[in-house]
């Protein structure tokens, strides 16, 4: 059945791509510790994904998902972060099972491949790099590339141009509700991974075109 039929298609980094939770959750606790507060632990850092690095630092501070901590210690604890986490980009995150074999499907269709993510790019481009993705992609948009990040339309609308695709024919692959507005405020379709980061919410709520439980579903819906 094919349910869409895209020219160009948008992938999502982390929880879509990757598992970049073991990384970032070492770097959190470690930075929990430098600051002499306790550690978070895997699970939590895991439901704290999604928006970027600093709102995750202001979370693991915060232990609250849209918690701001005294200016004096989130100063103190940002780059102590962000060094850690220069040093711990890929060394524990995973690509997903059936991602590769998905990306590899994909570029044998002839579509326009991008990846648009939250992530800053100096973090982006090393794990895409490391992980043996980052040649699959035409385009990458972090989330320091624009003035704005998703769920704000315009990464994808940036992208759509880019490759000189209209929204109506492009596909945001992703796995939070971020994605999902981002793609209905961009005129996208959008399919999201089951197995990701949505705030330990299940991703069906927030009614994405499909929900998938692997990238090898892919022949089968485009």
């Not at 992938?11 to 970032?24: E, M």
């Not at 040649?135 to 590339?145: A, H, K, M, N, R």
């Amino acid at each position: 059945m094919n349910i869409i039929n895209p020219k160009l298609v948008l992938i999502d980094l982390d929880g879509t791509l990757v598992d970049s939770v073991p990384d970032l959750a070492y770097c959190v606790d470690e930075m929990m510790q430098q600051v002499d507060m306790p550690v978070q632990g895997i699970d939590k850092v895991r439901t704290w994904v999604g928006n970027g690095v600093e709102r995750l630092v202001k979370r693991a501070l915060t232990g609250t998902l849209d918690g701001e901590p005294d200016d004096a210690l989130f100063e103190k604890a940002y780059p102590v972060f962000l060094e850690l986490y220069k040093e711990n980009t890929s060394k524990r995150s995973q690509v997903y099972p059936g991602v590769t074999a998905g990306l590899e499907w994909l570029k044998q269709q002839d579509l326009a491949l991008g990846c648009v993510t939250n992530k800053a790019e100096q973090f982006t481009l090393p794990l895409l790099e490391n992980l043996g993705l980052l040649s699959y992609f035409g385009l990458v948009v972090s989330g320091d590339t624009l003035a704005k990040k998703k769920p704000d339309p315009m990464p994808l609308l940036h992208a759509a141009e880019h490759f000189g695709v209209l929204p109506e024919k492009s596909l945001l692959l992703g796995d939070s509700i971020s994605d999902v507005k981002a793609a209905r405020a961009a005129g996208f379709s959008v399919i999201c991974v089951s197995y990701g980061y949505n705030h330990g919410k299940d991703i069906r709520e927030a009614n994405p075109d499909v929900v998938i439980d692997s990238f090898e579903a892919l022949p089968d819906l485009l």
